[in-house]
């Protein structure tokens, strides 16, 4: 195949030198039918040929590298999962402890560092319920809380979160309004 177009593409190329040293030979050749359709399928005949040629081209990609894995930094609070304290489950009263006393310690570190209090003052505040005016927020940090209303149990009683779950988002909102300026 290959001869052969090579063939007819140096017999182009040498009439149209001809052609270019004697105009008249141009006039050999009408541009008919004929003319048109041997031209197409030389068109056509190259086109297959290029065609073909590229589907045994081996294919190239560029093979890129893995992704970078972002490093983790962990959130302050993480690992208090109030969540798991609150659901029903072996160790539930440890797990509820153990919040109990971070957020203690907390709200401890937030009324010395923003209240402007004393270790010894911030303690009995938190002992006495007296650090807030929410009364959930206060009666969950202290030693001895009072006993909730009979309104409140049954209001409880309704609602979709626990009660330790509520008191603990209570306590952290406290705090935080504390640290922002807002208490």
Known sequence: M????????????????AVVADRGLAGLFDLDYLVVTLVGALALVQG???????????????KTDDPELRYHVPTPGDDIDIDSASGRS???????????????EAAL?????????????????????????????AAALQESPPRPSLASRLRAMF???SPFARSARRVVDELVAIQEGRR
């Open 2 to 17: 290959r001869t052969v177009t090579a063939f007819v593409g140096l017999l182009a190329t040498v009439f149209g030198f």
């Open 48 to 62: 297959v040929r290029y065609g073909l040629k590229r589907r045994k081209t081996p294919f190239h990609a560029t």
């Open 90 to 104: 072996l160790g539930r009263a440890q797990k509820q402890e153990r919040v109990r006393e971070r957020l203690r």
């Open 109 to 137: 570190e937030t009324l010395t560092g923003y209240g402007g209090l004393t270790l010894e003052e911030a303690e009995a505040r938190l002992d006495a319920g007296t650090w807030t005016d929410d009364p959930v927020a």
């Open 159 to 161: 609602r979709t979160e």
